[in-house]
Nanobody, 119 residues
Framework: QVRLVESGGGSVQTGGSLRLSCTAS?????MAWFRQAPGKEREGVAD????TYTDSVKGRFTISRDNAKNTIYLQMNSLKPEDTAMYYC???????????????????WGQGTQVTVSS
């Protein structure tokens, strides 16, 4: 498994921006961001391998990576109250492909970082 450490969460007002970071203990091409709001299931936000985004964040969020630092980022712009959630970084060490953007397909998780957007 991969050890993941997230940072960058916080509280912002509607329309604000935040950048989340996730640093892995080793390089893996399969990394993604998920989020979980209170009372809701964990959902995929974006994955770095395919550049897939969930529909609700398209055009507002951008996933990127710095391979030299084993780090991925999630730039979140035009934040909305419905983006409020705990955001998790996930990784998987499979070699020939990467998981779909589904929580049960990733085997390594960070501790999460809270994002709160107020109206």
């Amino acid at each position: 498994q991969v050890r993941l450490v997230e940072s960058g969460g916080g509280s912002v007002q509607t329309g604000g921006s935040l950048r989340l970071s996730c640093t892995a203990s080793l390089y893996t091409k399969c990394m993604a961001w998920f989020r979980q709001a209170p009372g809701k299931e964990r959902e995929g936000v974006a994955d770095i391998y395919t550049g897939t985004y969930t529909d609700s964040v398209k055009g507002r969020f951008t996933i990127s990576r710095d391979n030299a630092k084993n780090t991925i980022y999630l730039q979140m712009n035009s934040l909305k109250p419905e983006d409020t959630a705990m955001y998790y970084c996930a990784a998987d060490l499979r070699i020939f492909s990467c998981p779909r953007l589904l929580p049960n397909e990733y085997n390594s998780w960070g501790q999460g970082t809270q994002v709160t957007v107020s109206s």
